[in-house]
């Protein structure tokens, strides 16, 4: 008992056949790539099948006008890619919007485990009856609130336009005279004077703390042409989500020597891609460049009524150019790869931080001897200590963390000084210094979608 009927289901086509039960499974865990088509989730497939002997997995489906929901041997599967619902009444297996699957070489499947996990609008029912009663539901809602770009308005002439305006406003306000004068004698693109004084890093205090409040205001402030979501949330809405993604194409490449296959950039899901960790921290830089170079050429010509074309420029020129703080990559390059679902990739010897590292060089030696490649982020590090800079959806995680590692300092200090008086006594150390992070997280906190990807 171990064939079922399957079901395909998009927006133009259904598609019925009798296949494995494995193949279910596989086009469940597809669905990861959120196909928006029946062709799309076939290509999704080649994430977990090779398809070099087979080529396309339902072409021996049949096209039909309504679903087949006679079951067959150990049951039958809806996979609805309109209404993005999964409907199981199998025996053979029950999947569920996150689980894993043994890749398959074409040949058979392999112990290579490779885990999956769906967004969360995907609905999963054990019983076709209930399919019925929920799909119309299903597809209004999908309907209501199509998938969209946000990238024109959050990186296009509105963000332009924002900035010009508050640096505009900015300029007129005589409370903050003292920024304009600060930033006619800072000429670099830092902001930075060649010698520091306290006096001077004052003022420069003042302009940084204007330009964090300028970007705030920005990701804060909900907008009509964003569905009155604010630019962070947009930011944040699949971020959980696509660092999972990415992290588990890390380790299918790390286990099977070769990179899985990316989104193609026809596809519904790179289209109207959320926004991952690294266009996150490519999205802060580009805008805190942006309200820099309007800050100087708002202080240079006032009232410039070309600013936000201008930024315009800036912001493409920017988004092109090899940046040092990303080891020289190109901004735009990494955004575009991670929308894709391509991983990061390091050569070898980018891996060695410091040539007198043992780690690091055993680290290069490995990789270059087919050990698995390496991979590197962008993580938000450097950003300001701020939520709405933070890597946290909401204002409560963010509250919630700040607490624990308060808590977590506090306890480090204290076994310190301990450690200290113990030297100054001359005494034994006990080496009571390392702390476990986890044992400060408060007891009652409910998850907040920011576990660690791979769980």
């Known amino acids: 008992m171990s064939e079922i009927k399957l079901n395909l289901i998009d927006s133009q086509t259904v598609l019925s056949g009798i296949t494995h039960g494995s193949i279910a499974d596989y086009a469940v865990a597809a669905l990861s790539a959120e196909p928006e088509t029946i062709s799309e989730l076939d290509a999704a497939l080649a994430r977990y099948i090779n398809p070099a002997p087979h080529g396309n997995q339902f072409q021996s489906f049949i096209k039909s006008s309504i679903v087949d929901s006679q079951p067959w041997d150990a049951g039958i599967v809806i996979i609805d890619l309109a209404a993005r619902i999964v409907a199981a009444e199998s025996i053979y297996s029950q999947p569920g919007p996150r689980g894993q699957v043994d890749y398959h070489n074409g040949t058979h499947a392999t112990d290579l485990c490779v885990l999956y996990r769906l967004p969360d609008d995907w609905r999963f029912v054990y019983s076709i009856e209930e399919y019925r009663a929920i799909r119309t539901t299903c597809l209004l809602r999908r309907a209501a609130k199509p998938a969209f770009d946000a990238r024109p308005i959050l990186f296009g002439r509105p963000l332009m336009e924002f900035i010009s305006s508050a640096v505009t406003e900015l300029h007129r306000d005589t409370l903050n005279r003292k920024v304009w004068s600060t930033l006619t004698n800072c000429k670099n693109r830092d902001l930075a004077y060649s010698e520091s004084t306290p006096e001077k890093e004052a003022e420069q205090k003042l302009i940084w703390t204007q330009i964090a409040e300028i970007h705030s205001r920005w990701l804060l402030t909900p907008r009509n042409d964003l569905r009155n979501a604010c630019p962070r949330e947009v930011l944040f809405a699949a971020q959980d989500f696509i660092s999972f993604d990415l992290h588990t194409?890390?380790?299918?490449?790390?286990?099977?020597?070769?990179?899985?296959?990316?989104?193609?950039?026809?596809?519904?899901?790179?289209?109207?891609?959320?926004?991952?960790?690294?266009?996150?921290v490519v999205y802060y830089d580009l805008i805190r460049e942006l309200i820099t170079t309007a800050l100087q050429v708002e202080a240079a010509t006032p009232a410039n009524p070309e600013l936000a074309?201008?930024?315009?420029?800036?912001?493409?020129?920017?988004?092109?150019?090899?940046?040092?703080?990303?080891?020289?990559?190109?901004?735009?390059?990494?955004?575009?790869?991670?929308?894709?679902?391509?991983?990061?990739?390091?050569?070898?010897?980018?891996?060695?931080?410091?040539?007198?590292?043992?780690?690091?060089?055993?680290?290069?030696?490995?990789?270059?001897?087919?050990?698995?490649?390496?991979?590197?982020?962008?993580?938000?590090?450097?950003?300001?200590?701020?939520?709405?800079?933070?890597?946290?959806?909401?204002?409560?995680?963010?509250?919630?963390?700040?607490?624990?590692?308060?808590?977590?300092?506090?306890?480090?200090?204290?076994?310190?000084?301990?450690?200290?008086?113990?030297?100054?006594?001359?005494?034994?150390?006990?080496?009571?210094?390392?702390?476990?992070?986890?044992?400060?997280?408060?007891?009652?906190?409910?998850?907040?979608?920011?576990?660690?990807?791979?769980?």
């Open 249 to 280: 194409r890390e380790l299918q490449w790390s286990l099977q020597g070769e990179g899985p296959p990316c989104l193609s950039k026809d596809s519904f899901a790179y289209r109207t891609a959320g926004f991952g960790v690294h266009e996150w």
């Open 309 to 455: 074309a201008q930024l315009e420029l800036r912001a493409g020129a920017w988004l092109e150019e090899p940046q040092a703080d990303y080891g020289g990559s190109i901004p735009a390059i990494i955004v575009e790869n991670e929308r894709k679902r391509l991983p990061l990739a390091m050569h070898p010897r980018e891996m060695i931080v410091d040539e007198d590292c043992p780690v690091c060089q055993m680290m290069a030696d490995e990789s270059a001897m087919g050990g698995g490649p390496g991979f590197w982020h962008l993580d938000g590090s450097h950003m300001d200590d701020d939520f709405v800079f933070s890597p946290f959806s909401t204002r409560e995680e963010w509250e919630t963390h700040r607490r624990d590692w308060e808590k977590f300092t506090a306890e480090f200090d204290r076994r310190w000084e301990s450690r200290q008086e113990q030297i100054a006594r001359g005494e034994p150390l006990n080496f009571d210094l390392m702390l476990d992070p986890d044992s400060f997280v408060e007891e009652d906190r409910e998850s907040s979608g920011n576990e660690p990807p791979f769980m």
